[in-house]
């Protein structure tokens, strides 16, 4: 009887910002923009790390990839977002949805596990600098930074894979901006034990060993900089992990906030935060790839100078 009562549903309804109408307008020209500056910001970090011969090193290398993660992250979601806000009926296909989710999950899953590398990088660089060419040569890094996408990848692959197989009942409305798992989830009219630890192993694995990872490397970084007599020594050895340690404390500081924060007992203002959630979850994913590339580029000056004899050799060429 319970099988019968269940329909199989075939596309899902993005709720988005249906309730805020005078909203969308002003929601889909600051999130365009903050797309716009996305692409243009990582695409010129990922420009100058591949044509300077000076950037090609293990840092640059991870920093590149580092931006062409925040460009794939948030192409897998941003497009529906503001198609979403031009949309008088937001629907998503199953399978698009599965896809979109596949594609924005294992992205998440993947910076984690490419920071975690980045630390790894900066630990070697200042307390092993004379073993630094040794450790992370080519045949080493390059394999770390695939193995960061290959783990975000088969994470995803089995978290979609296990929401995929739920039963949804009837109703196919999606609380959210996107097709996000949780919000999904939701939906599901069967028992979620599996995927709930499935997901707690999952965040385990691939948010706390980063962050406990990272915690200890900046620990035996920081007591290697302190050891440095000269005042200047250690403001250089600090200026080349400084930026890497800005993007770790915003994303991480950003995924607490969000997840963190307490709940409103107040039934009259669940409107109001569950707005308020949606829309902390939706520029959490812009925050940090937003934010990647100026702090980069004005806190390194091998970046600052590549990205000015790029924009040289473009004037010269015209």
């Not at 923009?33 to 840092?59: A, K, R």
């Not at 580092?66 to 199953?94: A, E, N, W």
């Not at 000269?230 to 950003?254: D, N, P, Q, W």
């Amino acid at each position: 009887m319970e099988a019968s009562n269940q329909s199989s549903v075939t596309e899902f309804v993005l709720l988005g910002l249906s309730a805020h109408p005078k909203l969308e307008k002003t929601f889909f020209v600051l999130i365009l923009s903050m797309y716009l500056v996305i692409l243009l910001g990582n695409g010129v970090l990922i420009l100058v790390t591949v044509s300077d011969s000076c950037l090609h090193t293990p840092m640059y290398f991870f920093l590149g990839n580092l931006s062409f993660l925040d460009i794939c992250y948030t192409t897998s979601s941003v497009p529906l977002v503001l198609d979403g806000f031009l949309t008088p009926r937001k629907t998503i296909s199953f399978s698009a949805c599965a896809i979109q989710m596949f594609l924005s999950f294992g992205m998440g899953a993947t910076e984690c596990v490419l920071l975690g590398m980045m630390a790894f990088d900066r630990y070697v660089a200042i307390c092993n600098p004379l073993r630094y060419p040794v450790v992370m040569r080519k045949a080493v890094y390059v394999p770390m930074a695939a193995s960061s996408w290959l783990a975000g990848g088969a994470n995803s692959l089995v978290q979609i894979s296990l929401a995929v197989q739920l039963p949804f009942c009837g109703d196919n409305v999606i609380n959210h901006f996107i097709c996000e798992i949780l919000a999904v989830l939701k939906l599901a009219c069967a028992d979620l034990s599996i995927n709930v630890v499935s997901m707690g192993v999952a965040n385990v694995i691939f948010l706390g060993v980063p962050v406990l990872f990272i915690f200890v490397s900046y620990i035996f970084i920081l007591t290697t900089i302190l050891r440095i007599p000269s005042v200047e020594g250690r403001k250089k050895a600090f200026s080349t992990c400084s930026a890497h340690l800005t993007v770790v404390v915003i994303f991480y500081g950003t995924i607490l906030f969000m997840y963190g924060k307490p709940k409103s007992k107040d039934p009259l203002g669940a409107d109001k935060q569950d707005l308020a959630d949606k829309l902390i979850s939706l520029f959490y994913g812009l925050l940090t790839p937003v934010l990647n590339p100026i702090i980069y580029s004005l806190r390194n000056k091998d970046v600052k100078a590549a990205v000015k004899n790029l924009v040289v050799q473009k004037h010269s060429t015209q």
